[in-house]
């Protein structure tokens, strides 16, 4: 009998033990997207604001403003996007098929001139 109950609490921790879920796999680090928004005389547009979709998605991934030189940095899954920069009076600056590639010291950089 005690030989069954041993037997029995082994055959429990045992198949406990095997439905244990792995540990989960660290999430990959993000890739990072970069640019400039510009007007056509070369000046920074700070006040611009710059979306990024994941491309074939219509869902906006996000938005940022750029800094006083205009520039903007995004942590990003790698993968292609499709950005855009708006601003008052001006047209909408278009950049797509942008690809991510997930690396620490890359940064991918696009340029996104506004014109009036």
């Known amino acids: 009998m005690k030989r069954f109950l041993l037997l029995s609490l082994l055959a ?8 244990k879920k792995p540990a989960p796999t660290p999430a990959t680090p993000p ?17 611009a604001a710059v979306h990024v979709w994941k491309e074939k998605e219509k869902k906006e991934t996000a938005t940022i403003h750029p800094d006083e030189k205009g520039e903007f940095r ?5 993968g292609t996007y499709e ?14 098929r942008i ?12 340029n ?3 014109v009036p």
Request: aromatic content about 6%; some cysteine; glycine content about 6%.
């Open 83 to 96: 950005v855009q920069a708006t601003a008052a009076g001006r047209q909408p600056a278009v950049a797509v």
């Open 12 to 19: 429990i921790f045992c198949l406990a033990a095997a439905k």
């Open 31 to 47: 890739g990072t997207l970069g640019g400039r928004v510009y007007s056509r005389s070369a000046a920074p547009m700070p006040d």
């Open 112 to 114: 996104l001139e506004m």
């Open 99 to 110: 690809t991510v590639v997930v690396h620490p010291q890359q940064v991918t950089w696009v």
């Open 74 to 78: 995004f942590p990003l899954a790698e």
